[in-house]
C-alpha cells in the first residue's frame, strides 16, 4: 500500500541551528515528491518539488531536499533555522501514472530564540 | 489573483444537521480534491475529481458526497453531520500530474 512516514512528530531547535526533518515514501512506481509548510490558522505553502533529475533540489525560504532513492526518503534540510520557521511540515507524495497525492502526518517545529 | 477559495471560513453545526462546504478556483486546473486535517493525522484524502465530471474516492469518504458543478467549483457535502466530522476541511487543486497542489485557506468545522 502506499504510504508517507515522517517519524518525528514534533522537534525543537535553537534559531540559528541547523534541521533536518525526515520523510520516508512507499510507492510503487517513480514518485514525485513535495513538502508543504502550515502556518498556525494557515493553508499550506509548497516549499519545493521533485519530478526527476538532479537529486537535490532547492526551494524557498532556504530550503532544500534530496531525493534518495535507495532509501525510499526525501529529507528536507536547513543550515540555519529562523524564528518564523515554526511551523508544521508536510511531506506528500504522487504517482506520476495517478492523479492522487498522499501526504504524511506532519512534523510540528519549534524554534527556540 | 484569488487561486482556491473556500467558504465558509468556520462553521458550528449540530448532530445530524447537513452542510456543504463549497470550493472554487480560478486558475482553470482540472484536478480538484477535499481533504481532512485532524491532529497527529496529517492531510487525509476525502474524495478528488480529475476532470469535470468525474469523482472519486479517497481515504476517508464514508459520510461525505461530492459535486464537480464545473471544472471551477467542486463541492463536499455532508448528509448527517456526526461529531467524528469535527474538522479542518481544505480543498486543493492542480493542473495535472506531476504539478503541485494549491490549497485553499480551510474551513474549520465543529459539531456539537
Known amino acids: 500500500a502506499q504510504s508517507v512516514t515522517q517519524p518525528d512528530i514534533h522537534i525543537t531547535v535553537s534559531e540559528g541551528a541547523s534541521l533536518e526533518l525526515r520523510c520516508n515514501y512507499s510507492?510503487?512506481?517513480?514518485?514525485?515528491l513535495f513538502w508543504y509548510v502550515q502556518s498556525p490558522g494557515q493553508g499550506l505553502q509548497l516549499l519545493l518539488k521533485y519530478f526527476s533529475g538532479d537529486t537535490l533540489v532547492q526551494g524557498i525560504k532556504g530550503f532544500e531536499a534530496e531525493f534518495k532513492r535507495s532509501q525510499s526518503s526525501f529529507n528536507l534540510r536547513k543550515p540555519s533555522v529562523h524564528w518564523s520557521d515554526a511551523a508544521e511540515y508536510f511531506c506528500a507524495v504522487g504517482e506520476t501514472s495517478y492523479d492522487k497525492v498522499i501526504f504524511g502526518p506532519g512534523t510540528s517545529l519549534s524554534v527556540i530564540p | 489573483n484569488a487561486g482556491v477559495t473556500q467558504t465558509p471560513k468556520f462553521q458550528v453545526l449540530k448532530t445530524g444537521q447537513s452542510m456543504t462546504l463549497q470550493c472554487a478556483q480560478d486558475m482553470n486546473h482540472n484536478s480538484m480534491y477535499w481533504y481532512r486535517q485532524d491532529p497527529g493525522m496529517g492531510l487525509r484524502l476525502i474524495y478528488y475529481s480529475a476532470s469535470e465530471g468525474t469523482t472519486d474516492k479517497g481515504e476517508v469518504p464514508n459520510g461525505y458526497n461530492v459535486s464537480r458543478l464545473n471544472k471551477r467549483e467542486f463541492s463536499l457535502r455532508l448528509e448527517s453531520a456526526a461529531p467524528s466530522q469535527t474538522s479542518v476541511y481544505f480543498c486543493a487543486s492542480h493542473a495535472g500530474n506531476n504539478q503541485p497542489q494549491h490549497f485553499g485557506d480551510g474551513t474549520r468545522l465543529s459539531i456539537l
Open positions: 510507492y510503487g512506481a517513480t514518485p514525485y
